[in-house]
């Protein structure tokens, strides 16, 4: 079967650094992704990773391990508005998205 | 901005009836999606488009149909609601690259069933 695991609930302070760890075992693999979701809203994309290594987008950026089947989310300068749900989700061999439940971030001033 | 929307964005109705679930997308974007996501949960994939007159079935799609006759406009239908349909529908869509899981998400629309 095809599986992501993330933890379910993390708690951090206003402008320190945190990690979401994501692993994954699926069917092939064509792209990890990570979207930002607030409380009863939609999830919006932060960041894609195909190749190994780290992307860095402003304050986020993103680490893939193809051959540990291994990704985390680093949010560095956390802010409250940062406090949501961070969802991890792998492309498979068939191009379609495998999701984690996401991890809700809790930040506290 | 993403240009998606999905109407209504809340509904409440009794069991047995049929509803239909608005989704439009100004983008121009070949591939659509139907997820539905429980609080807490991950989103589950109900149905899929390639393009016009393209559907295909996702995990959960035994109780609802979908339609792509203009590529702006996926609608969804639950052809009788249950109580166990409650929850949030999201729509999206993306322009099929090679980065396709980049996906842009409507509001959604939160379904409570009686």
């Known amino acids: 079967g095809q599986n992501i695991d993330q933890p379910t609930e993390m708690t951090a302070t206003e402008g320190a650094i945190v990690q979401i760890n994501c692993t994954y075992q699926t069917s092939g693999f064509n792209g990890l992704f990570w979207y930002q979701q607030h409380a009863g809203e939609a999830p919006t994309f932060l960041s894609y990773?195909?190749l190994d290594g780290l992307e860095e987008k402003g304050r986020f950026s993103s680490f893939l391990s193809r051959s540990k089947g291994y990704s985390y989310l680093l949010l560095k300068e956390l802010q409250m508005k940062d406090s949501a749900s961070y969802l991890c989700?792998?492309?498979?061999?068939?191009?379609?998205?495998?999701w984690g439940a996401g991890t809700k971030l809790i930040i506290k001033p | 901005e993403a240009d998606i929307y999905q109407t209504p964005r809340y509904l409440v109705i009794g069991t047995g009836k049929k509803i239909t679930l608005e989704c439009s997308q100004t983008m121009g974007h070949d591939k659509m999606y139907w997820y539905q996501q429980d609080p807490g949960m991950e989103l589950h994939l109900i149905h899929y488009?390639?393009?016009?007159?393209?559907?295909e079935k996702g995990d959960l799609s035994s109780e609802s149909t979908v339609s792509r006759i203009r590529t702006e406009h996926f609608p969804l239908t639950l052809e009788s609601a249950r109580p166990s349909h409650t929850s949030q529908y999201l729509c999206?869509?993306?322009?099929?690259?090679?980065?396709?899981?980049?996906?842009?998400f409507g509001e959604g629309s939160r379904l409570t069933v009686l």
């Open positions: 488009s390639y393009g016009v007159n393209s559907t």
């Open positions: 990773n195909v």
């Open positions: 999206a869509s993306s322009d099929g690259g090679a980065d396709t899981g980049e996906l842009f």
């Open positions: 989700a792998v492309l498979d061999s068939n191009y379609q998205l495998i």
